[in-house]
């Protein structure tokens, strides 16, 4: 049997060895993940702190931000400090973190999206029932069932690919861990486990997009048939829109 040494540190190789050309990364970086944060934080300041938009459509956006923000902050903050720093390394436990941060919002998202096209049904087909389905309640347990959602998702898929040892290289050609790249320096080529995210991934895309799918299918059904002519293209407009956004972000 060959000896392997155990990988414990990773070296992120993404941006150039030019020292000039990393400043430039960071200069270009910097401004656009500030103005990234501010926005975000800025309607999650919003939608919490107006009264008026206590309501389901705006919880679940001040969640997407936050969630945006994950997804962001996962991965910038980190290469920004080791471009200042000079220094590519990132140690096993900060890998599997970064990892964590940057799934976990992506399946949470196409939860939340899921639950945005049931409010809008709801809205448009129950109108006068919708205060009593979507309550205070009832919308705070479907934004934590997101979030448990895509935790849960997320660490099966961590413990599918951390189980194992890397050995061998430790170095990592992107500006952050990413499960591809942790898959080219396992100690054991495991088909399966490369596999079994795949699937799982397409498994729960597919349920999400049925269930907007069935959602819109019944909101263009109504529209079609109780609103008048000319009240038809802005409902329509706003449905499509969400739509897009969330066909966008089951793709994704």
Not at 66 to 93: C, G, H, Q, R, Y
Not at 158 to 166: E, N, P, Q, R, Y
Request: some cysteine.
């Amino acid at each position: 049997m060959s000896n392997h040494n155990t990988v414990m540190e990773f070296l992120d190789l993404g941006f150039s060895e030019v020292r000039e050309l990393q400043l430039v990364h960071t200069a270009l970086f910097l401004p656009v993940y500030l103005e990234v944060l501010g926005g975000n934080l800025l309607i999650v300041a919003v939608t919490a702190l107006d009264r008026c938009l206590h309501n389901p459509m705006y919880l679940f956006l001040r969640n997407l931000s936050v969630l945006d923000l994950t997804i962001i902050s996962a991965t910038i903050p980190k290469s920004i400090i080791n471009l200042l720093a000079d220094t590519k390394s990132i140690f096993l436990l900060g890998c599997l973190f970064q990892v964590f941060l940057l799934l976990f919002p992506l399946p949470a998202e196409m939860f939340l999206f899921t639950e945005m096209s049931f409010d809008h049904y709801v809205a448009i087909s129950h109108s006068l029932c919708y205060d009593v389905i979507m309550d205070r309640w009832a919308c705070g347990k479907m934004a934590v069932a997101s979030w448990l959602f895509g935790s849960l998702t997320t660490v099966i898929h961590i413990a599918s690919t951390f189980s194992l040892s890397f050995c061998g290289s430790n170095h990592i050609h992107l500006f952050f861990c990413d499960i591809p790249q942790l898959f080219l320096i396992y100690c054991s080529q495991g088909t399966l486990r490369k596999v079994a995210p795949i699937i799982k991934g397409i498994v729960l895309d597919f349920w999400c997009f049925l269930g907007i799918d069935v959602s819109y299918t019944c909101i263009f059904s109504v529209v079609l048939k109780m609103l008048t002519v000319e009240g038809r293209p802005k409902v329509i407009a706003t449905c499509l829109s969400h739509l897009g956004a969330s066909t966008n972000s089951v793709v994704m």
